[in-house]
């Protein structure tokens, strides 16, 4: 479907736009408690972490995107793609602090754009 942008000038194709697949992660309580087109996620290890895709992407080149939560205080951490070991099936991922360090957090959310197979 292509929607035409504001002044007629510009054309986007709303299916390249939209997310494929995302979910939010309570780690301290141990459940997805919502996603889409997710078959489940997985701890790896301390701050390593794993997306289960129910309908493959295309390929392995997608883009990922997350934050997360620490409690109630503020906390600076990233959500990095592991983007050397997905597949397109499942998208690996680590979260790393100020410190440079890996560490587990209560809430994780995850998005993934992309192409489907």
Excluded: P
């Excluded at 078959?39 to 997608?62: K, L, P, V, W």
């Amino acid at each position: 479907i292509a929607v035409t942008g504001e002044g007629n000038s510009t054309t986007t194709n709303l299916q390249q736009g939209l997310c494929k697949c995302w979910h939010l992660h309570d780690h301290a309580g141990g459940a997805v408690l919502d996603s889409f087109n997710v078959t489940s996620f997985t701890d790896q290890a301390t701050g390593h972490y794993r997306t289960n895709i129910a309908n493959d992407m295309a390929s392995i080149n997608y883009v990922t995107t997350g934050s997360n939560v620490q409690g109630d205080t503020e906390y600076f951490s990233c959500l990095i793609s592991d983007g050397d070991v997905n597949t397109a099936g499942a998208c690996d991922y680590k979260i790393i602090n100020m410190n440079s360090t890996v560490n587990d957090n209560d809430i994780i959310n995850v998005v993934i754009h992309g192409d489907l197979a």
